[in-house]
């Protein structure tokens, strides 16, 4: 499916009106080499050779059903493999245009989106996100969001969140003051029987509570957990997905409030996504998605 430093003594003020910490600088020892460092570093590269090609002349590499990678994908998937395969050769790897790669029953395994939005990317709208995850045992313990076009990545090493720019970290805090809230309208859509996204634009209380974005990219997901979104709803079936794995990680290290699309704990079997700034929000939207559940139910 295409979509697509820990903190030393003192404690950083959580009030910031933009959605994360006040500026200030927070030290934070050296962590290159731990699994969130590589994390970080594996999506930086990334996006590092996304900003390398220019998308005006990427070539296409047609996939079948629509669905294409450009240069730029191959380029940043091949930029984050050699850089993981480095640091940790005994992991295995999966990557949206390579696959999977390493042994098969690994306890570990590196989930890669190397462009999430190309469909964004190819017609020159900067709107895109390098996805770089470890899954260890079921559980996601390290993961980063790259933005190639602000220099911003997103990472978290399973219990804390931060935003690094310019060599400097700030705790990410959701925020549902904006109220945006960004809509993954894409197919494929499993629970459509039921609900569907769009919908929700046309429901006269979600026009009053809220404002629909449509952004096209898991960037979306860590702007929910960096406070620049209120939630973010999909349809789909995200388990292990290189698509949504990082994203999922920073909102849950960050507090926010996320499950599927019926309110039960993610990849349970209902499937979607609801991640929410706070439980407020997301008891709101839930309502609002209950409702054309109800409404399927003969």
């Known amino acids: 499916m295409r979509r697509c430093a820990k903190q030393s003594e003192g404690s950083a003020s959580r009030t910031g009106t933009d959605g994360y910490a006040p500026a200030m600088t927070i030290m934070y020892r050296s962590d ?26 990427a070539e296409k590499h047609h996939k079948g ?13 091949a930029a984050v493999l050699d850089l993981l395969r480095a640091a940790r050769p ?11 790669t390493g042994a098969a029953d690994a306890d570990r395994r590196w989930l890669i989106d190397p462009l999430c939005g190309t469909l964004n990317y190819a017609v020159g709208t900067h709107l895109v996100a390098v996805n770089v995850a470890l899954r260890e045992h079921g559980r996601t313990v390290a993961a980063a969001t790259a933005d190639p076009y602000t220099g911003e990545t997103y990472w978290t090493d399973g219990e804390r969140a931060h ?10 805090v959701p925020s549902a003051q904006s109220a945006l809230v960004d809509l993954n ?11 569907r996204a769009a919908h929700l634009l ?4 979600f026009e009053a509570a809220f404002r629909p974005r449509v952004v096209s990219s898991t960037l979306a997901v860590a702007w929910v957990a960096a406070g620049r979104r ?12 290189v698509h949504f794995a990082a994203g999922l990680a920073l909102c849950e290290a960050a507090g926010c409030t ?28 839930l309502d609002l998605i209950d409702r054309q559940y109800h409404r399927a139910t003969p």
């Open 32 to 57: 290159e080499h731990t699994d969130a460092g590589i994390a970080r570093r594996a999506a930086e590269a990334g996006a590092e050779a996304v900003r390398a090609h220019a998308w005006a002349t």
């Open 65 to 77: 059903g629509g669905d294409f990678a450009t240069a730029a994908d191959l380029a940043a998937e």
């Open 90 to 100: 005994g992991d295995a790897f999966t990557g949206e245009e390579s696959g999977r």
């Open 163 to 172: 935003l690094r720019h310019d060599r400097q970290d700030t705790p990410l």
């Open 185 to 195: 309208l894409d197919p494929p859509y499993p629970n459509a029987a039921a609900f």
């Open 202 to 205: 046309t429901d006269p209380d």
């Open 230 to 241: 209120a939630a973010y709803i999909t349809d789909g079936h995200l388990a292990d997905s």
């Open 258 to 285: 996320v499950t599927d699309l019926r309110g039960k704990p993610l990849h349970s079997g209902g499937g979607g996504l609801l991640a929410a700034a706070d439980a407020d929000t997301h008891a709101r939207l």
